[in-house]
Antibody
Framework: EVQLVESGGGLVKPGGSLRLSCAASGFTFSSYSMNWVRQAPGKGLEWVSSISSSSSYIYYADSVKGRFTISRDNAKNSLYLQMNSLRAEDTAVYYC????????????WGQGTTVTVSS | EIVMTQSPATLSVSPGERATLSCRASQSVSSNLAWYQQKPGQAPRLLIYGASTRATGIPARFSGSGSGTEFTLTISSLQSEDFAVYYCQQYGFTFGPGTKVDIK
């Protein structure tokens, strides 16, 4: 079964750091680009960051550029998001999602991990 | 930066009726447009990619059309399980604000 499982969410104070992980299974992880998408409480979806299959190409939303770092370990079938200088507005459910090979779009999603930034 | 807009924000439809959702891009995205469905407490689900191709397992009542800057998602006959929020996304990046389809 194709599956993505996020972990690492929690409560953190403003200015703090957190590292999210996404464990992939059931497919050849190293063949796919991967993404982080977040959803603040009661709000819509916001694309956060993308990384190509070999980590050659990395993209960030302006809202997180310079504070968040996406990375992957193909040997461990894992995706990561290092989040520094966290702000209240970073509070959200963070989803890991698989990118499609030949088309733009995200065809497999995890269930999400919740990040709360509050003092 | 490409900005995505969706209309209407909320669409009230009776079961069995047709629903038409619109998505507009601030500049051309060619056919690099995807549609997602999200129900409360669940992760989004891919419905349409390449503007008009249904994802695996998506019922034929869902169809997508358009290219460039104007796109449409049509649900031909709404079923109870279709009441949800629908998002469009360009090039795998920016999402639109969503259209909530609720029961009339």
């Amino acid at each position: 079964e194709v599956q993505l499982v996020e972990s690492g969410g929690g409560l953190v104070k403003p200015g703090g750091s957190l590292r999210l992980s996404c464990a992939a299974s059931g497919f050849t992880f190293s063949s796919y680009s991967m993404n982080w998408v977040r959803q603040a409480p009661g709000k819509g979806l916001e694309w956060v960051s993308s990384i190509s299959s070999s980590s050659s190409y990395i993209y960030y939303a302006d809202s997180v550029k310079g504070r968040f770092t996406i990375s992957r370990d193909n040997a461990k079938n894992s995706l990561y998001l290092q989040m520094n200088s966290l702000r209240a507005e970073d509070t959200a459910v963070y989803y890991c999602a698989r990118g499609m090979v030949k088309y733009s779009g995200m065809d497999v999603w995890g269930q999400g991990t919740t990040v709360t930034v509050s003092s | 930066e490409i900005v995505m807009t969706q209309s209407p924000a909320t669409l009230s439809v009776s079961p069995g009726e047709r629903a038409t959702l619109s998505c507009r891009a601030s500049q051309s995205v060619s056919s690099n447009l995807a549609w997602y469905q999200q129900k409360p407490g669940q992760a989004p689900r891919l419905l349409i990619y390449g503007a008009s191709t249904r994802a695996t397992g998506i019922p034929a009542r869902f169809s997508g059309s358009g290219s460039g800057t104007e796109f449409t998602l049509t649900i031909s006959s709404l079923q109870s399980e279709d009441f949800a929020v629908y998002y469009c996304q360009q090039y795998g990046f920016t999402f639109g604000p969503g259209t909530k389809v609720d029961i009339k």
